[in-house]
């Protein structure tokens, strides 16, 4: 029986440097070499498998780069030593919800969900902090940000210290935010499924900046659009341009050219839009007319004119007006054959300009495009996607007072793109929930289409600064509230009321409408520090290497992260009577793939037969994969009575036993 420690792979997030090294070394053997100084990478042999040109240390090359960006690579890669602990006072629906809402450091929770979540996530879309010269900039640590963070957040003995700002006389006005953003979208991407996409919110004093960081990250090849969003439609005239937009940057995970069509046979139409499935975007029936009374209702002209030249589809159109003779554009060629043309124009479906006089259009009806929608255009205006001025609106009315938080996104804006990009049963992470509009829209979208999505939302409890005039309302709701003063709290409040009013609108929806809420927090396990003033102390305490404030709800999900499972999937419990009360009681996880005894004591009587209860037990499960057992490791009386129980469950087939 192998104990786990707070030093083991197990325990700790995935090590993705030690990841690439094995992938390089599985390709390229030659590559790795071994020494004194441990693994490491031959440039010369990488040059001779590729080419010498190809290889470079060198400075000048085209991309973006600044200081600390090697620092912030080294981050991203470093394994975490945090738990998540689970808080079900502040859950809704904690024994049925999908839904996760997770309090800390996101750097650390996306670090904490590389194994459960990894190609799993079909849409991230983030709102992160503008780089206005005021705002929060996420002060990493490299040694340990577990520690770090929980000194910032007032959660040590070491706290106190403010979370710092990126102002203007900082000299690092861009560097900060690159080195805050990088190591984050580094680990984001690994979440994503192959057919993901991300959506980024900006605007722009770093736009520019954005898109060559995702270009590094993502790759220049998968960017997919940079869509600007009307945010406000007021004017203000105390500037020189009154900037009414954002910009929605969407990149691919990996992205696929493929030729769109509409299949007008389906009726329940999903087509491809480059890398992701795309709903279509409703209609605008105000684009639609009716100039000549056409019995088949409104109608718009569309070119009728292709991309791409093939032979088959080029030929001249005469204008049976004018007897001009029409044919493609240079490099393009016509939608149709010619025999299809004349159907077409047989019946009364080609037009030629509204004077009859002009090159061939394709009548498109709208109660026969109507069920199909058409293409999203790179421009969301704030009609059809609400503004900044909607989304507080909405929070005003949830809260019932003043909005607790500055230019919310409004909830339309992210059910439209949720509805884009996603199907009915797809995973949306978002790790900058801020006021939590993210998790509002996703219920409401599953609301509309009888949906099944998932949301995981991550926010920092970030301090709400009374004396700050623009978080007074924040710091009156969260007082009003009798709850500690930080955007999270204020997070999970927005998704409870959110829950509530949907429910009382769609009594008869059945869905999701709750959320488990993790917060951050150092490992349950102790690591070896000694006090060589106290070390008789330090020797003692650390024979019981869990820490004595956790619970088994703590040890559990900390075996759900490190073994890569959903912190929502089911657990089932079991109770397996031993010599004394109270029983002893086993965890089922993933139908039986992990198997969970925390007693604090088993004595040398009841090993066989709670072996033998877990064999049973198992059995009857009949997971689908390899099953893990784990135990506690000071609850065996000695070395034999842990030596016994391994033995008789490695001969019933259950050969991987762990120890807390």
Same mark, same amino acid.
């Given at each position: 029986?192998?104990?786990?420690?707070?030093?083991?792979?197990?325990?700790?997030?995935?090590?993705?440097?030690?990841?690439?090294?094995?992938?390089?070394?599985?390709?390229?053997?030659?590559?790795?070499?071994?020494?004194?100084?441990?693994?490491?990478?031959?440039?010369?042999?990488?040059?001779?498998?590729?080419?010498?040109?190809?290889?470079?240390?060198?400075?000048?090359?085209?991309?973006?780069?600044?200081?600390?960006?090697?620092?912030?690579?080294?981050?991203?890669?470093?394994?975490?030593?945090? &738990?998540?602990?689970?808080?079900?006072?502040?859950?809704?629906?904690?024994?049925?919800?999908?839904?996760?809402?997770? +309090?800390?450091?996101?750097?650390?929770?996306?670090?904490?969900?590389?194994?459960?979540?990894?190609?799993?996530?079909?849409?991230?879309?983030?709102?992160?902090?503008?780089?206005?010269?005021?705002?929060?900039?996420?002060?990493?640590?490299?040694?340990?940000?577990?520690?770090?963070?929980?000194?910032?957040?007032?959660?040590?003995?070491?706290?106190?210290?403010?979370?710092?700002?990126?102002?203007?006389?900082?000299?690092?006005?861009?560097?900060?935010?690159?080195?805050?953003?990088? @190591?984050?979208?580094?680990?984001?991407?690994?979440?994503?499924?192959?057919?993901?996409?991300?959506?980024?919110?900006?605007? %722009?004093?770093?736009?520019?900046?954005?898109?060559?960081?995702?270009?590094?990250?993502?790759?220049?090849?998968?960017?997919?659009?940079?869509?600007?969003?009307?945010?406000?439609?007021?004017?203000?005239?105390?500037?020189?341009?009154?900037?009414?937009?954002?910009?929605?940057?969407?990149?691919?995970?990996?992205?696929?050219?493929?030729?769109?069509?509409?299949?007008?046979?389906?009726?329940?139409?999903?087509?491809?839009?480059?890398?992701?499935?795309?709903?279509?975007?409703?209609?605008?029936?105000?684009?639609?007319?009716?100039?000549?009374? %056409?019995?088949?209702?409104?109608?718009?002209?569309?070119?009728?004119?292709?991309?791409?030249?093939?032979?088959?589809?080029?030929?001249?159109?005469?204008?049976?007006?004018?007897?001009?003779?029409?044919?493609?554009?240079?490099?393009?060629?016509?939608?149709?054959?010619?025999?299809?043309?004349?159907?077409?124009?047989?019946?009364?479906?080609?037009?030629?300009?509204?004077?009859?006089?002009?090159?061939?259009?394709?009548?498109?009806?709208?109660?026969?495009?109507?069920?199909?929608? +058409?293409?999203?255009?790179?421009?969301?205006?704030?009609?059809?996607?609400?503004?900044?001025?909607?989304?507080?609106?909405?929070?005003?009315?949830?809260?019932?007072?003043?909005?607790?938080?500055?230019?919310?996104?409004?909830?339309?804006?992210?059910?439209?793109?949720?509805?884009?990009?996603?199907?009915?049963?797809?995973?949306?992470?978002?790790?900058?929930?801020?006021?939590?509009?993210?998790?509002?829209?996703?219920?409401?979208?599953?609301?509309?289409?009888?949906?099944?999505?998932?949301?995981?939302?991550?926010?920092?409890?970030?301090?709400?600064?009374?004396?700050?005039?623009?978080?007074?309302?924040?710091?009156?709701?969260?007082?009003?509230?009798?709850?500690?003063?930080?955007?999270?709290?204020?997070?999970?409040?927005?998704?409870?009321?959110?829950?509530?009013?949907?429910?009382?609108?769609?009594?008869?929806?059945?869905?999701?409408?709750?959320?488990?809420?993790?917060?951050?927090?150092?490992?349950?396990?102790?690591?070896?520090?000694?006090?060589?003033?106290?070390?008789? +102390?330090?020797?003692?305490?650390?024979?019981?290497?869990?820490?004595?404030?956790?619970?088994?709800?703590?040890?559990?999900?900390?075996?759900?992260?490190?073994?890569?499972?959903?912190?929502?999937? @089911?657990?089932?419990?079991?109770?397996?009577?031993?010599?004394?009360?109270?029983?002893?009681?086993?965890?089922?996880?993933?139908?039986?793939?992990?198997?969970?005894?925390?007693?604090?004591?088993?004595?040398?009587?009841?090993?066989?037969?709670?072996?033998?209860?877990?064999?049973?037990?198992?059995?009857?499960?009949?997971?689908?994969?390899?099953?893990?057992?784990?135990?506690?490791?000071?609850?065996?009386?000695?070395?034999?009575?842990?030596?016994?129980? &391994?033995?008789?469950? +490695?001969?019933?087939?259950?050969?991987?036993?762990?120890?807390?």
């Amino acid at each position: 029986m192998q104990k786990l420690t707070a030093d083991d792979p197990e325990t700790q997030s995935p090590d993705i440097a030690a990841a690439n090294l094995a992938a390089l070394r599985s390709l390229f053997p030659e590559l790795v070499t071994e020494g004194p100084d441990g693994v490491s990478v031959n440039l010369d042999v990488l040059k001779q498998l590729v080419g010498d040109q190809t290889v470079t240390d060198a400075e000048e090359k085209y991309g973006l780069n600044w200081h600390g960006k090697r620092r912030a690579r080294q981050i991203a890669l470093t394994p975490s030593t945090g &738990t998540l602990r689970p808080c079900s006072e502040d859950s809704v629906d904690w024994d049925t919800t999908q839904n996760l809402m997770i +309090e800390g450091d996101n750097l650390e929770v996306l670090k904490l969900l590389q194994k459960s979540c990894a190609g799993k996530v079909k849409l991230i879309y983030i709102d992160p902090p503008y780089n206005t010269g005021k705002d929060f900039v996420y002060p990493d640590n490299f040694q340990d940000n577990v520690k770090n963070y929980l000194e910032l957040t007032g959660q040590t003995d070491d706290g106190g210290r403010k979370l710092s700002s990126n102002t203007e006389a900082s000299g690092r006005f861009h560097t900060d935010w690159l080195n805050m953003m990088y @190591p984050r979208l580094k680990l984001a991407r690994n979440l994503l499924r192959d057919d993901g996409v991300i959506f980024i919110s900006i605007d %722009d004093h770093e736009v520019q900046n954005l898109r060559a960081l995702l270009d590094d990250v993502f790759g220049v090849e998968n960017f997919f659009a940079q869509v600007p969003w009307q945010s406000r439609t007021s004017v203000q005239n105390d500037t020189d341009f009154s900037e009414q937009h954002e910009y929605l940057v969407a990149y691919a995970r990996t992205r696929r050219n493929e030729h769109r069509r509409l299949k007008e046979s389906n009726a329940d139409l999903w087509f491809k839009l480059n890398s992701f499935a795309a709903y279509p975007v409703p209609l605008n029936e105000d684009r639609y007319d009716n100039r000549d009374n %056409d019995p088949r209702g409104k109608w718009k002209a569309d070119p009728f004119d292709a991309p791409n030249l093939r032979e088959n589809l080029t030929y001249p159109i005469t204008n049976p007006k004018t007897g001009e003779q029409h044919w493609p554009p240079s490099g393009r060629c016509w939608r149709t054959e010619q025999p299809k043309y004349l159907e077409l124009l047989a019946d009364a479906r080609i037009v030629f300009g509204k004077t009859g006089d002009s090159r061939p259009q394709l009548k498109v009806f709208y109660e026969e495009k109507k069920m199909f929608g +058409e293409v999203p255009t790179s421009w969301f205006d704030g009609a059809s996607y609400g503004t900044a001025t909607n989304g507080t609106q909405e929070l005003q009315t949830l809260f019932e007072s003043d909005s607790p938080f500055t230019f919310p996104k409004p909830t339309k804006l992210l059910q439209q793109i949720i509805r884009l990009t996603t199907r009915q049963d797809d995973l949306i992470l978002d790790f900058f929930a801020g006021s939590g509009t993210t998790g509002h829209a996703v219920i409401g979208q599953n609301v509309a289409d009888r949906g099944t999505r998932r949301f995981i939302l991550v926010q920092l409890p970030e301090k709400l600064d009374p004396t700050v005039a623009e978080q007074k309302s924040a710091v009156e709701m969260c007082d009003k509230l009798k709850k500690p003063r930080t955007i999270a709290e204020l997070t999970k409040e927005r998704l409870r009321r959110a829950g509530t009013k949907i429910r009382d609108e769609n009594p008869l929806f059945a869905g999701d409408l709750g959320f488990r809420v993790f917060k951050l927090a150092s490992s349950n396990f102790r690591v070896w520090e000694p006090d060589r003033d106290k070390l008789a +102390e330090t020797l003692e305490a650390s024979i019981e290497h869990i820490k004595a404030d956790r619970t088994e709800q703590d040890l559990l999900s900390e075996l759900l992260l490190k073994f890569g499972l959903d912190l929502c999937v @089911p657990i089932e419990l079991k109770e397996l009577a031993g010599s004394k009360k109270p029983a002893h009681e086993i965890h089922s996880i993933g139908g039986g793939s992990l198997l969970v005894c925390l007693s604090p004591a088993i004595p040398q009587t009841d090993v066989e037969p709670l072996a033998l209860g877990l064999v049973a037990w198992h059995k009857q499960l009949k997971p689908a994969g390899n099953t893990t057992v784990v135990f506690r490791d000071s609850a065996f009386v000695d070395d034999v009575a842990k030596t016994n129980l &391994t033995a008789i469950l +490695e001969q019933h087939g259950l050969k991987t036993v762990r120890s807390l």
